[in-house]
């Protein structure tokens, strides 16, 4: 935006000022298409977590009914077809239980699907959390292990350790490494988060970490996002509620 300009002399020479104001663009963001399942119902939260790829959006509904439980949640993925979306596939687990929260949480990274439910209840420990991957198969075209109609997860993963209201699974995140958050809320420790690697078709546990100054009730694990050899983890009601994110880098020693 042009504010003013002016002549000034120096010397016998003449110079024109002009001076600018910077005005920074601000897009509109206008709404050009709205998504709903056509099979969802009250209470379902269809739209709890979402995330997506160049092709393929994650839509969590965690308190979806499942087939015989009441409140299993479930993931609805939509495929990208030039500028809109169709509904593609439904995930769900393929052993459920009542509130599970079944789609607390996703993320997708090339063939991976990863959905937390972490409030699945386990090893007799409640709400220990689990959290399910799925492949994508190219024979099938659909995510998952064909099975009597539906397609089940590849891999159930459940921490070696659960306890009571872990949460293991609140939050997750893919790219050279799975990042999973158990914030452990509800419970009375700190909370953690786990990572895990790729290798022989299948996730192989690493090693949990948790922020160095973390205390109990700080829900460490509460969100989680990798890239690369980085992993960020937050903590937000670390120090009276304030909130903290940690970083952590990967070592050589893994």
């Known amino acids: 935006v042009l504010l003013t300009t002016s002549i000034f002399s120096l010397e016998?020479?003449?110079?024109?000022?002009?001076?600018?104001?910077?005005?920074?663009?601000?897009?509109?963001?206008?709404?050009?298409?709205?998504?709903?399942?056509?099979?969802?119902?009250?209470?379902?939260?269809?739209?709890?977590?979402?995330?997506?790829?160049?092709?393929?959006m994650l839509i969590g509904s965690y308190?979806?009914?499942?087939?015989?439980?009441?409140?299993?949640?479930?993931?609805?993925?939509?495929?990208?077809?030039?500028?809109?979306?169709?509904?593609?596939?439904?995930?769900?687990?393929?052993?459920?239980?009542?509130?599970?929260?079944?789609?607390?949480?996703?993320?997708?990274?090339?063939n991976f699907v990863i959905v937390g439910a972490p409030n699945h209840t386990h090893s007799s420990k409640e709400k220990a959390g689990s959290v399910y991957y799925y492949k994508y198969n190219g024979g099938t075209a659909r995510w998952g292990i064909l099975n009597n109609g539906r397609y089940k997860e590849d891999e159930l993963i459940q921490h070696s350790s659960p306890l009571a209201f872990d949460r293991f699974g609140c939050s997750v995140s893919v790219d050279t490494y799975m990042i999973i958050g158990a914030s452990g809320k509800g419970g009375t420790g700190p909370g953690k988060a786990s990572i895990y690697k790729y290798q022989s078709n299948n996730w192989v546990y690493v090693k949990d970490?948790?922020?160095?100054?973390?205390?109990?009730?700080?829900?460490?694990?509460?969100?989680?996002?990798?890239?690369?050899?980085?992993?960020?983890?937050?903590?937000?009601?670390h120090n009276t509620n304030r909130g903290i994110i940690y970083i952590f880098n990967r070592t050589n020693g893994g």
């Open 12 to 56: 016998g020479f003449e110079s024109l000022l002009i001076i600018f104001r910077c005005v920074p663009f601000i897009p509109t963001a206008v709404s050009t298409e709205s998504i709903v399942s056509s099979i969802i119902s009250g209470g379902d939260n269809f739209g709890s977590s979402v995330t997506m790829n160049s092709e393929y």
């Open 63 to 110: 308190n979806a009914n499942g087939i015989s439980s009441s409140e299993v949640g479930k993931v609805y993925v939509w495929k990208k077809s030039y500028v809109s979306f169709s509904e593609y596939q439904i995930l769900a687990p393929n052993i459920q239980g009542s509130d599970m929260n079944f789609g607390s949480s996703v993320a997708i990274k090339d």
């Open 209 to 237: 970490i948790v922020g160095s100054t973390a205390a109990n009730n700080d829900e460490f694990g509460h969100k989680v996002q990798t890239r690369g050899n980085q992993a960020f983890v937050s903590a937000p009601n």
